[in-house]
């Protein structure tokens, strides 16, 4: 799609508010998060709303999502930040289990791959699925909002 067609924006128009947050001095910003390695090449990380900041440290959903994923027993997983009042915001994640697993089970898994003590998910919550965009988006918001269905850690032998 070329960014001056008329679909490109559709979701600004007549809507300031949309504007003022998405365009600063001629540039159009769309919250992607990137980094840059040391030959130069930047990668795309995640997105601004997606990063939890937890007792001051910035955490990548997508960082921890590859180390669970990679566990025989996750099917999905999806990273989110929820409220904490130590912490500002503790990460949880979403699991869709295709076999039988604990949450001390991943947790161990996370240690074991040297993932630093703060990016470790302080809450496993397993789910029947994540809920997802038409285009296979994870749609965090709807699991921030409590919208998914909940099963028993033991479930699926």
Same mark, same amino acid.
């Given at each position: ?24 001095? @001629? ?7 990137? =980094?840059? $390695? ?6 795309? *990380? &995640? !997105? %601004?709303?997606?990063m939890?900041?937890? @007792? ?7 960082? =921890?999502? $590859? ?6 027993? *996750? &099917? !999905? %997983? ?5 409220p ?21 089970e ?6 074991s791959?040297?993932?630093?003590t ?21 749609l965090?918001?709807?699991l ?14």
């Amino acid at each position: 799609m070329r960014l001056d067609s008329e679909e490109a924006f559709a979701g600004y128009w007549r809507r300031p508010d949309a504007d003022a947050k998405a365009f600063h001095h @001629g540039w159009y910003f769309n919250n992607d998060l990137g =980094v840059k $390695d040391e030959d130069g090449d930047l990668y795309v *990380v &995640g !997105r %601004v709303d997606d990063m939890v900041i937890t @007792g001051g440290e910035n955490v990548y959903p997508a960082e =921890v999502e $590859d180390v669970l994923a990679s566990h025989a027993a *996750v &099917g !999905r %997983v999806a990273i989110v930040g929820a409220p904490d009042e130590r912490l500002g915001e503790r990460i949880v994640a979403f699991v869709e289990p295709l076999r039988r697993v604990t949450a001390e089970e991943l947790d161990a898994y996370c240690r074991s791959t040297g993932m630093t003590t703060f990016k470790r998910p302080r809450e496993y919550v397993f789910v029947e699925s994540i809920p997802q965009s038409p285009s296979g988006k994870v749609l965090r918001t709807e699991l921030r909002a409590g919208n998914y269905t909940r099963i028993a850690e033991e479930i699926r032998s």
